[in-house]
């Protein structure tokens, strides 16, 4: 299934969005707000179709937009053992809220993963040749990778979605948990391994603007290009504590210390650039919304 761009709606633009008390649908509240864009939260529970089909009745959106779903806390690793609920908010619940938005003529813009794949003979680490929007997805080692892998296959028949495959996603809140330099910052230790990544202060309004765009089908919802863990922690140091250090151990050593292995990978962000020729690569969106802005150590003459 192909984009496909339909021009603006008629109608003002009326937000429903699920996962309220998620991290991204937080932000995405915040966004219409600052943007003075109408906007709900959803009440309903995703694998309970009654209670989506009374949302959509009650808020009459013009576009649906879905962040809510399982990633586990800590981490993905609790997905290995609570199978069932990882199932029914990945896969049931994304299925009927796709099912219910497309009985209703309504496009719904899905917040997936890009963690579904892993370098391969075909995409070799450094190689700078990624994963494509056609791709099907190679990784499964992760239960959580795995619905989300099922998922989007069976999503490419819904041609009202527009799945956006979102990587270590990373914002300027840099006291945020859930934030990927917040994350390897607290990490004891970290592989060093490049990887594409999303930085939310760029890329969430953009997915605002393809919602306004009408656009459906598969993207990679990345910066362009790679950066490894060392890469960030030395622009870390570098803008925001000079004293700070970190120790390097390999995938072997890590498979110690988690359940899932995880997933490495790079994407090509082709699709997205040239529908939205601003966006920038992943080292300078991180130095415009992230490092600059949170700046404390000073600027080198």
Same mark, same amino acid.
């Given at each position: 299934?192909?984009?496909?761009?339909?021009?603006?709606?008629?109608k003002?633009?009326?937000?429903? /969005?699920?996962?309220? &008390? =998620?991290? *991204?649908g937080?932000?995405?509240? +915040?966004?219409?707000?600052?943007? #003075? !864009?109408?906007?709900?939260?959803?009440?309903?529970r995703?694998?309970?179709?009654?209670t989506?089909?009374?949302?959509?009745?009650?808020?009459?959106?013009?576009?649906?937009?879905?962040?809510?779903?399982?990633?586990?806390?800590?981490?993905?690793?609790?997905?290995?053992?609570?199978?069932?609920?990882?199932?029914?908010?990945?896969?049931?619940?994304?299925?009927?809220?796709?099912?219910?938005?497309?009985?209703?003529?309504?496009?719904l /813009?899905?917040?997936? &993963? =890009?963690? *579904?794949?892993?370098?391969?003979? +075909?995409?070799?680490?450094?190689? #700078? !040749?990624?994963?494509?929007?056609?791709?099907s997805?190679n990784?499964?080692?992760?239960?959580?990778?795995?619905?989300?892998a099922?998922?989007?296959?069976?999503l490419?028949?819904?041609?009202?979605?527009?799945?956006l495959?979102?990587?270590m996603?990373?914002?300027?809140?840099?006291?945020?948990?859930?934030?990927?330099?917040t994350?390897?910052?607290?990490?004891?230790?970290v592989?060093?391994?490049?990887?594409?990544?999303?930085?939310?202060?760029?890329?969430?309004?953009?997915? *605002?603007?393809?919602?306004?765009?009408?656009?459906?089908g598969?993207?990679?919802?990345?910066?362009?290009?790679?950066?490894?863990?060392?890469?960030?922690l030395?622009?870390?140091?570098?803008?925001?504590?000079?004293k700070?250090?970190?120790?390097?151990?390999?995938?072997?050593?890590?498979?110690?210390?988690?359940?899932?292995?995880?997933?490495?990978?790079?994407?090509?962000?082709?699709?997205?650039?040239?529908?939205?020729?601003?966006?920038?690569?992943?080292?300078?969106?991180?130095i415009?919304?992230?490092?600059?802005p949170?700046?404390?150590?000073?600027?080198?003459?």
């Amino acid at each position: 299934m192909g984009s496909q761009s339909n021009g603006s709606s008629a109608k003002p633009l009326k937000f429903l /969005i699920y996962g309220k &008390t =998620g991290w *991204i649908g937080g932000l995405l509240g +915040k966004l219409c707000q600052s943007q #003075g !864009i109408d906007y709900s939260y959803g009440s309903g529970r995703l694998e309970s179709r009654d209670t989506l089909i009374a949302d959509v009745n009650t808020v009459n959106p013009t576009h649906v937009f879905n962040a809510a779903g399982v990633t586990g806390r800590p981490n993905v690793d609790w997905c290995e053992s609570h199978k069932v609920e990882t199932i029914r908010a990945n896969v049931v619940g994304t299925l009927t809220l796709a099912d219910v938005c497309r009985e209703k003529g309504l496009i719904l /813009i899905n917040y997936a &993963t =890009g963690c *579904i794949f892993e370098y391969d003979s +075909k995409h070799p680490l450094g190689s #700078g !040749i990624g994963f494509k929007e056609e791709d099907s997805a190679n990784f499964v080692g992760s239960f959580y990778s795995k619905t989300k892998a099922m998922v989007e296959e069976l999503l490419k028949n819904y041609e009202n979605v527009c799945t956006l495959r979102v990587r270590m996603p990373i914002t300027s809140d840099l006291t945020n948990p859930r934030n990927f330099i917040t994350k390897i910052t607290r990490y004891e230790k970290v592989v060093d391994i490049p990887n594409s990544m999303t930085v939310l202060d760029e890329l969430l309004p953009i997915s *605002i603007e393809m919602a306004k765009r009408n656009l459906t089908g598969i993207y990679n919802f990345t910066n362009p290009g790679c950066i490894s863990h060392n890469q960030i922690l030395e622009m870390y140091r570098d803008y925001i504590d000079p004293k700070f250090t970190w120790k390097n151990f390999n995938l072997e050593e890590q498979a110690k210390v988690i359940i899932a292995p995880r997933s490495n990978n790079e994407l090509d962000a082709t699709k997205l650039k040239t529908e939205f020729p601003e966006l920038l690569s992943i080292k300078d969106s991180l130095i415009k919304y992230v490092f600059e802005p949170n700046r404390k150590t000073p600027v080198k003459a």
